[in-house]
C-alpha cells in the first residue's frame, strides 16, 4: 500500500508540482494471503482437462500467482489483489478459465433401466385415469381440505375424538375427514347461494377412518344437484339411474371387475336416503362405491337444499388387475351368426337382488351367452306374497353354426336350472 502510494505521490509532483504532506495510515494493512498447496494432476480429476503441468503452472504465473516447489505439491500464493482465491479448487477454475469452457469435456449421465410399468404406482395411475374420466362427464374438480367440522364428520361415520385436531387452522376444520362428500356438499350449497344451484362436481383425495397406519384410504367421490327445470313427472329416478351409469363406467375405466360387482340395496351409512340408495361390492366385504341421494335429515343439519345425489368410491378396494405378457388387446372375434333372443320369467323371493338372477343366466354358458338383462318386474294380482316376478331378456350368440331347436331347448334348460340353484327361482307358470 506505502509503495503504491509512494508512485502516485511521485506521478502528481511531476506532473502538477507542489509539496507531499507526511503519510497518514489509518487501520492496518490486510494481512498477506496464505498459500496454497496445490497438485497439478488436480485440475484433471475436479475438471477432467488433461493438461500438461507446465501449461498448468504458465497459466497460474501469468496471472500474477507466485509458485514454489515441484510437483505433486506446488505452493502457491496468490497475488494481493486476489482475494477471492481461497483454495485448490479455485486454481483448478482459474486454470479452465483461461485454457476455456469449451475445452471441458462432455460425459453423458449413465443410462437406467426403464422400469416396465411405468414411472407411476396403480393409485396414482388411477387417480389420473379417474380424473379425466369425471372431467370427461362434465363435472368440476375441487380441491378441498383434509379436515372437516366434527359436527359434519358425525354426520358422515366420523368425528372420533383419535382424529380431533389439537391446533386446527379454522373452527370449522377441526377434525380429519371421514368422507369427501362434506366437502362437496358445503360447496354446492355455497354455489347455490350464488345462484348456480345445479352443479356436478367431484374430488380425488385422502379420507381418515382412524389415527392408525393403514386407516387412510383414496377416495374419488362426486355430487349431482338436479336443479333442472320443473318436470310433470320429477325426474328424480332419471337422475339417480344417470348417476349410477356414470358410476358404472368411472369404475369400469379404472379396470375394475364390473361384470361381477353386486348391487345390494342397502345404504352404506345412515347419511345415504333409505330406499334411494346401494352398494357396489365384490362378496359380502368388499364394497367398492356407495351412491345415491343424501339424506334430508344431513342436508338440514349441514343448511344445504336438496335434492343432492352423490357417489363415493376407494381406489384401495379395487382389485389390481391380472398382468398380461403383452399390452396387446386381445383379437375381436365377430360371429357371422344372427343372434337370438329368449325371454324368462322367474319367480324369486322379494328381497333378492335381480341381478343375482342375471348373473346367473350368464354363468349356464358364458360360450353362447352373450348378455342378459332385466326388462319387468311385477308383484301383485297373480304372484305369490313374499315373491316378486322377474322376467329378463337372454342374448344367445351362436359362434360356429346355426343352434337346432333341442340345442336352444338344451341351453333353455340350463339357463333355468342356473337359476334354480344360484338363487332359488322357479319360472313362472
Known amino acids: 500500500m506505502v509503495d503504491g502510494l509512494e508512485l502516485a505521490t511521485q ?17 492496518a494493512p490486510p494481512p498477506p494471503r496464505s498459500p496454497v498447496e496445490f497438485d497439478p494432476a488436480y485440475v484433471k480429476r475436479l475438471a477432467g482437462l488433461d493438461l500438461p503441468e507446465a501449461r498448468i503452472t504458465g497459466v497460474l504465473e501469468a496471472l500474477g500467482f507466485s509458485l514454489s516447489g515441484a510437483a505433486p505439491t506446488i505452493i502457491v500464493t496468490p497475488p494481493t489483489w486476489r482475494r477471492d482465491v481461497d483454495g485448490a479448487a479455485d486454481l483448478v477454475e482459474e486454470v479452465a478459465r483461461i485454457s476455456g469452457f469449451d475445452a471441458l469435456p462432455s460425459t453423458p449421465l449413465p443410462e437406467t433401466a426403464f422400469r416396465p410399468g411405468g414411472v407411476l404406482t396403480a393409485r396414482q395411475a388411477r387417480m389420473r385415469i379417474a380424473r379425466r374420466a369425471m372431467a370427461a362427464m362434465g363435472y368440476q374438480e375441487t380441491i378441498g381440505w383434509s379436515f372437516t367440522s366434527q359436527k359434519a364428520a358425525i354426520l358422515f361415520g366420523g368425528g372420533d375424538a383419535r382424529l380431533v385436531l389439537a391446533n386446527p387452522i379454522a373452527s370449522e376444520l377441526d377434525c380429519m375427514r371421514p368422507s369427501a362428500l362434506p366437502g362437496l ?8 347461494a350464488r345462484g348456480f344451484a345445479d352443479v356436478a362436481l367431484f374430488e380425488i383425495g385422502p379420507v381418515f377412518l382412524g389415527d392408525g397406519p393403514n386407516d387412510q384410504r383414496t377416495t374419488v367421490a362426486g355430487i349431482v344437484a338436479p336443479h333442472g327445470p320443473r318436470r310433470w313427472d320429477g325426474g328424480a329416478d332419471a337422475d339417480l339411474y344417470a348417476l349410477k351409469g356414470e358410476l358404472m363406467a368411472l369404475l369400469e375405466e379404472l379396470g375394475a371387475p364390473t361384470g361381477p360387482l353386486q348391487l345390494v340395496q342397502q345404504p352404506a351409512g345412515d347419511w345415504w336416503r333409505p330406499g334411494r340408495a346401494a352398494k357396489l361390492q365384490l362378496g359380502p366385504k368388499a364394497v367398492l362405491a356407495a351412491f345415491g341421494e343424501i339424506h334430508p335429515r344431513v342436508l338440514k343439519a349441514m343448511d344445504v337444499e336438496g335434492p343432492i345425489l352423490g357417489f363415493e368410491l376407494w381406489l384401495e378396494a379395487i382389485p389390481e388387475p391380472k398382468k398380461r405378457a403383452t399390452k396387446a388387446r386381445a383379437p375381436l372375434s365377430l360371429s357371422p351368426l344372427m343372434p337370438l333372443r329368449r325371454d324368462f320369467a322367474f319367480l324369486i323371493d322379494q328381497d333378492r337382488p335381480a341381478g343375482e338372477l342375471v348373473r346367473a343366466a350368464v354363468a349356464a354358458d358364458k360360450a353362447l351367452i352373450a348378455d342378459a338383462r332385466v326388462f319387468d318386474v311385477y308383484q301383485g294380482k297373480g304372484v305369490e306374497d313374499g315373491f316378486k316376478s322377474v322376467a329378463i331378456e337372454v342374448v344367445i350368440q351362436p359362434r360356429d353354426k346355426t343352434l337346432t331347436e333341442a ?23
Open 185 to 192: 356438499i358445503e360447496a354446492a350449497g355455497r354455489n347455490a
Open 11 to 27: 506521478l502528481i509532483l511531476e506532473l502538477c508540482g507542489g509539496e507531499p504532506s507526511e503519510i497518514a495510515i489509518a487501520g
Open 407 to 429: 340345442e336352444i331347448e338344451a341351453l333353455s334348460q340350463a339357463i333355468v336350472a342356473s337359476a334354480a340353484k344360484a338363487c332359488g327361482a322357479r319360472l313362472r307358470s
